[in-house]
């Protein structure tokens, strides 16, 4: 029998994770997962996921696909794995793919989540999952900011000083920032991200929202493609992977 490929959509809380991708001695998400599943099919798995999480970072919508000579169910393989997997991750979908499907060359855009918790007080509660930030912050203001970051741009000043990808140029859907109670949530969709990318216009957009940078100074920091005038790599905690997007 040849084998089949299975697509899985994740859930997990990233806090005790060194992130994704395997690596050695280290406890990631891809690697508890290729064991649940070996321990299901007895076979050697290799697990592809959308995007490579960094350590602390969380997900709603984490695509993965693996491939299996099984004829487990995919209803088989969800109820299995999740009975195997640690509390901190599961699968909450399940589905036969294409031959070969790989999500990380197929993806056409990504949604990410970066929350701040806005109050004087922090919150245990929250803490896992969310940046504290004290001072109030100006939800118009970093509205205001975040869309003239919208559209095709060299986002060199957006990403980490190590990031290896070579084309720096990235087009973003859209830049939402809402306040709900004591929660502000900054919403961002592209076609793909560069290395903390996300972060960076979090800890920028929080300058912005503290009022100690002015909005339209964002647009100038964009345009100068230098890392060093945008503002901080925001907490790694704060942030979500929401989903991700496959060509029809």
């Not at 891809?30 to 070996?38: K, S």
Request: glycine residues 8%; aromatic residues 6%.
């Amino acid at each position: 029998m040849s084998d089949r490929t299975l697509r899985l959509t994740l859930e997990y809380d990233g806090t005790d994770f060194s992130g994704w991708q395997v690596q050695d001695g280290q406890r990631t998400v891809q690697g508890v997962l290729e064991e649940a599943i070996r321990a299901m099919t007895s076979e050697p798995t290799r697990v592809r996921g959308a995007g490579r999480t960094d350590a602390g970072v969380h997900a709603r919508g984490q695509v993965a696909a693996f491939s299996t000579a099984t004829t487990i169910p995919a209803l088989g393989f969800l109820r299995g794995i999740n009975a195997i997997l640690p509390r901190d991750v599961a699968v909450v979908a399940a589905a036969e793919a294409a031959p070969g499907f790989d999500p990380r060359r197929l993806a056409r855009g990504k949604v990410y989540r970066y929350t701040f918790w806005n109050h004087e007080v922090r919150s245990p509660i929250h803490e896992r999952f969310s940046w504290h930030i004290r001072a109030p912050l100006d939800v118009d203001a970093m509205t205001a900011a975040g869309a003239l970051l919208l559209g095709e741009h060299d986002f060199s000043a957006f990403r980490a000083a190590d990031c290896e990808r070579k084309n720096p140029v990235r087009t973003l859907r859209r830049v939402e920032v809402e306040r709900r109670g004591e929660r502000v949530e900054l919403d961002v969709e592209a076609t793909a991200f560069l290395k903390n990318m996300v972060r960076v216009i979090a800890g920028t957009l929080c300058d912005v929202g503290r009022g100690e940078t002015a909005p339209a100074q964002v647009g100038r920091i964009l345009e100068s493609h230098d890392r060093t005038r945008a503002g901080m790599t925001a907490p790694a905690q704060g942030l979500c992977m929401l989903e991700v997007f496959f060509s029809t």
